[in-house]
């Protein structure tokens, strides 16, 4: 019988004629009740009010990842499985492995803005300056400057991006320090403050999808260390990694987190804790752009252990685990990374 609701929810929606046929958080206790009653279901979900009164126009305002043209595209990186190296663990979390990096340990907040791809780029770009100094550079990388400053070459800004372009833009053009809202310490700390994504936490809901910040090529006046192009970073090599579950995990072990994509189902936004694997039933609304910061298994469930930015209130404390092994979402299709 539930089961059925569900249904009828989704299909009423594909053969309707209304572009807002149902508030698109509207199946979310549906989806709830459907994922927490199953005894086989690897993941707990939650109601979050936010999220039931959410439109389609807004879900965008949280996630940010365009498919990619074949321009933007990096070249696959090699990877020999018969090479000689050390075993890959069973569990591996790159907070443990290089302790001293502030960076990895940090949950950003994109806010309402769907910069995910920017994001995901200068938090993975952040971990391996810190991670190839041997831990002693703790640079914080420019969400805002990326997100401004590549607007066009790397999508639409606000309205969402391209992986791929946020890294050749890091290459070429370079990209600022910069922290968290607030943070006038650093060049260009993010503009937009946090915000709570679909939970209720500490902050105020998000809101309607924020317009992209103008590009300005100088530091906040507060910041006295550099001018902007002394401090800018730049990436030498960028790549992409193949499907290869092994292959990801060797490029982790040896330089650290990587940017991954998914495509994101209404289900993940209901996600509390656990391994998540997507409904089938449920269809893509967009695409998501992360890092994954390791690997472990939970019972027979192998995962990813990736570090969203929705900030500490969503999720498990801002991290959430996905199914690994199976190209879940297209999770392990679309990893980019680079070397400082
Ligand atoms: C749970 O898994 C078992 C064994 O694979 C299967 O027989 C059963 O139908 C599943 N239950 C539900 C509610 O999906
Ligand atoms: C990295 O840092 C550790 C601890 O400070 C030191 O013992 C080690 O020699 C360093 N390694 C390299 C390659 O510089």
Not at 156 to 162: A, E, R
Not at 211 to 232: A, F, G, H, I, R
């Amino acid at each position: 019988m539930r089961k059925s609701i569900l249904s009828i929810l989704i299909l009423g929606c594909l053969f309707s004629t209304s572009a807002n046929c149902f508030k698109f958080g509207e199946m979310s206790p549906f989806i709830v009740f459907e994922v927490n009653s199953n005894p086989n279901s690897t993941w707990k979900a939650a109601r979050y009010p936010h999220f039931e009164k959410m439109t389609r126009e807004q879900l965008l305002g949280h996630l940010g990842s365009l498919d990619e043209p074949d321009w933007v595209k990096l070249p696959t990186k090699e990877f020999d499985p018969n090479a000689n190296a050390d075993p890959i663990p069973e569990f591996f979390d790159a907070r443990e492995q290089w302790p001293n990096c502030q960076s990895i340990k940090l949950i950003r907040d994109q806010s309402t803005c769907g910069s995910c791809w920017a994001f995901a780029a200068t938090e993975t770009f952040s971990d391996r300056i810190c991670i190839a100094s041997n831990q002693t550079l703790q640079t914080s990388i420019s969400s805002e400057d990326l997100l401004e400053c590549c607007a066009d070459y790397c999508g639409m800004g606000c309205k969402g991006g391209y992986p791929s372009a946020a890294w050749g833009y890091m290459k070429r053009q370079g990209v600022s320090t910069g922290g968290l809202y607030g943070d006038d310490t650093s060049c260009k700390p993010y503009i937009f403050p946090p915000c709570d994504h679909h939970v209720t936490g500490q902050y105020q809901p998000c809101g309607p999808i924020q317009p992209t910040p103008q590009c300005v090529k100088e530091c906040n006046s507060e910041y006295t260390q550099n001018t902007y192009e002394k401090d800018l970073h730049f990436a030498s090599q960028t790549y992409s990694i193949k499907q290869n579950v092994q292959a990801i995990q060797r490029e982790i072990m040896a330089h650290g987190p990587v940017q991954a994509s998914f495509k994101v189902a209404a289900d993940f936004l209901t996600y509390k804790s656990g391994v998540y694997i997507r409904n089938p039933k449920l269809k893509y609304e967009g695409g998501h752009s992360v890092k994954i910061i390791g690997w472990g298994k939970e019972g027979n469930t192998p995962y990813w252990l990736i570090a969203n930015s929705w900030n500490e209130d969503w999720g498990e404390k801002g991290l959430f685990r996905m199914l690994r092994g199976r190209n879940e979402c297209g999770i392990e299709a679309q990893i980019v990374a680079g070397l400082p």
